[in-house]
């Protein structure tokens, strides 16, 4: 993983100010480019280095393109997504994909074989990239299983690894920091999954406590805000929290510190992704890893599975759908609970 000091060598900043970014300081005037020159060399220093080639390039077995949902700059705000799309670029590059980013969705791209579809697509966008190729393979989403290949995480396992975690080291007063919904694979708004499924695994257990969901948008601005207003609210604290996303973690950690509170000394927390971003902060946060680079390498092979090319039919025609089982990485933001006052 990216150390802190390797980043201050390769952008300049120092680690400091790097960790500072990182967490969303709202005292550090920083502009979206030094951050995206952050996330992108940290995401340099932990892909895994292609093996060079001697003598000529292999030829080109297919063209594909990448279509993301979304901006630039929203995947600033949820630099997951950014992480996802280079992973997806090596497993292309592993399997000879020449890989092209998609600038339209409206199927007036011509020449492409496959199409990657990065994140969650309205219907009229499913559609539009339907009519481009019909090999299209939905990675992070899975918008229609009967038609359409797709590679997803098993959320309900990766939440309850975090939550027995917690338990295990012996904490019994668990919060949730996220939303309570989000659109799911078809646009349409519905609870949000890591949330319900934290719910139940904690119910399932006669330990949900309602007051401990802290309702958040998953981005570290408003989670810092949120839980500023919870703490300042007088409800009982909880010793541990599940973070929504990577992001939300990161908005906790900015927050916890602004109140003198110490991680893991009187709260610790679990986060959600595991980019490289994780083992930087300070403390390193615990994780729930999605292993996106498993999860991109998993959408190219069925991309390549299903694609009819000059001299080599499909391997099959029937979808399908792959589920990535998530892990959990202890880092050093999780221990078991203080006997200090709340």
């Known amino acids: ?5 390797e980043l201050s060598e390769r952008t300049g900043y120092a680690p400091a100010t790097i960790s500072r970014i990182l967490t969303g300081d709202p005292g550090l005037a920083v502009s979206p480019e030094a951050r995206k020159k952050v996330l992108e060399e940290a995401g340099r220093l932990n892909y895994a280095a292609t093996k060079s080639r001697r003598g000529r390039a292999p030829k080109t077995l297919m063209r594909a393109a990448a279509a993301e949902r979304l901006t630039p700059e929203q995947q600033l705000g949820d630099p997951f997504y950014l992480y996802l799309r280079g992973h997806v670029e090596r497993a292309c590059l592993e399997q000879r994909i020449a890989l092209q980013t998609l600038a339209r969705r409206d ?5 492409i074989d ?6 969650r697509f309205p219907p009229p966008e499913v559609e539009g990239l339907a009519a481009l190729s019909p090999d299209l393979v939905f990675l992070n989403s899975s918008p229609d299983e009967s038609r359409f290949d797709s590679v997803v995480l ?34 349409r ?5 890591r949330r319900e499924r934290f719910m139940a695994h904690m119910a399932a257990h006669g330990l949900l406590d309602p007051a401990f969901l802290v309702e958040t948008p998953m981005d570290a601005h408003s989670t810092a805000a949120a839980l500023r207003a919870y703490l300042a609210s007088g409800v009982p604290r909880p010793t541990a929290f599940l973070a929504a996303s990577e992001e939300t973690a990161l908005g906790a950690v900015r927050a916890f510190t602004e109140a003198g509170l110490s991680i893991p000394g009187q709260v610790s927390l679990v986060s959600f992704n595991d980019t490289p971003l994780s083992a930087l902060v300070s403390p390193a946060l615990t994780s729930v890893s999605a292993h996106a680079d498993e999860m991109a390498r998993a959408a190219v092979r069925l991309l390549v599975e299903r694609a009819d090319l000059p001299g ?31």
Do not use: Q, W
């Open 114 to 119: 496959g199409v990657v579809a990065i994140g």
């Open 1 to 5: 993983m990216a150390t802190l000091k």
């Open 154 to 187: 098993n959320y309900d396992l990766g939440i309850r690894l975090a939550v027995d975690h917690l338990l295990e080291l012996g904490h019994r007063r668990v919060g949730f920091i996220g939303p309570a919904l989000r659109p799911d694979d078809r646009g």
């Open 107 to 111: 199927g007036e791209e011509g020449g």
């Open 189 to 193: 708004p519905a609870p949000e999954v």
């Open 312 to 342: 080599r039919p499909p391997v099959r025609t029937l979808p399908v759908k792959v589920v990535v089982a998530p892990s959990l990485t202890v880092r050093e933001s999780t221990a078991a609970p203080s006997n200090c006052p709340e």
